[in-house]
């Protein structure tokens, strides 16, 4: 387990392959780089479904295939670049970033700062003039003229 | 600024709608092959009748290589497309060659005395064939040229149309004197 374990931390997506002339997987270990890999390529037959989920026919057989490569000292990444040879970019559940590949990638990033700028924006809008470089008018300091003044003491003195 | 802020966000969603309407365009069943240009993977298989074919062994001879199943409707379609190639080419010219996807054979050997035809198919068992070839569901053809290199494939039941201009041409480039 704990091999299993090491050989799957050094084995990350981007890592580099593993020498051919090491010792032989444990069938165990075999497992897990098999259902890593299957879990990663998207079965033919099915709609969005990985090769690992997949109850059909074509993905079992593929899974075989990937068992066998794995068993044979490929590496997960020369399992996958074989897929890739022959279905094409497709066959990934993820896209590789690459090419016009990296719009899935970099446009959600985009609309999210974009959004988040005009939202900004808009809410200190909202939030009136704190900060603002429009400060709101001040209010009038002018004195009450006579007659606003006489009216205001009968509306206060008819209130008591 | 203002002006433009208030034009450009309704005009926000357009982009999108534009790619939703091109994606609209655009057919799942016509995933270019990662293959075209390459040559074939090489397979040895055993025929119907037992008997055991390389695909190398026909090099020479354009090929109509046909992933098949006796249980794909659209296959009962495209037989008599691929019964009029046996029959309008010569073999030296051209070889229609079956492959059994996903079937057993007894089912593939009623389907032919059913449908009639008497081109070779081979049994795939594991689909390691299919696998090979990139294939995801029936049929699906690949016509390969006389060095046995994929030309064109076909997703989808062949119209005679497509498979005798497909095969024409192969058979043009490779006639002596055309294009060395």
Known sequence: MLMAAVILAANPVTGAPRPQDREPLSPAEVDQLTAEVAAQLRCPVCRNQAVLESSSGLARQMQTVIREKIAAGETPEQVKAYFVSRYGGWILLKPEPRGINLLVYLLPAAAVLFGGAVLFRQMRRWTGSVGSEEPAPEPPDEALSEEEEAWLRRQIGSAR | ?180
């Not at chain 2, 450009?8 to 995933?31: D, E, H, Y």
């Not at chain 2, 497309?81 to 009623?110: I, K, N």
């Open chain 2, 1 to 180: 600024m203002k002006g433009a802020t208030r034009w450009l966000i309704p005009l926000l969603p357009v982009p999108v709608l534009a790619l939703l309407a091109f994606g609209l365009t655009r057919s799942a069943q016509v995933l270019p092959s990662a293959l075209i240009g390459e040559m074939a993977p090489e397979f040895t298989l055993q025929t119907m009748e037992g008997d055991s074919l390389a695909l190398s062994e026909l090099h020479g001879q354009v090929i109509v290589l046909n992933f098949w199943a006796s249980w794909c409707i659209p296959c009962r379609e495209e037989h008599p497309v691929l019964a009029r190639a046996t029959r309008e080419y010569s073999e030296g010219d051209v070889r229609v060659l079956g492959v059994l996807y996903q079937d057993d054979p007894a089912s593939a050997e009623r389907f032919m005395m059913r449908y009639g035809g008497d081109w070779t198919t081979v049994l795939d068992p594991g689909s390691r064939t299919a696998i090979d070839f990139g294939v995801y569901g029936v049929p699906e053809s690949f016509f390969l040229d006389t060095e046995g290199k994929i030309a064109h494939k076909q997703i989808g039941p062949l119209t005679w149309s497509l498979l005798r201009s497909t095969v024409d041409s192969l058979l043009a480039a490779s006639a002596p004197g055309v294009g060395s």
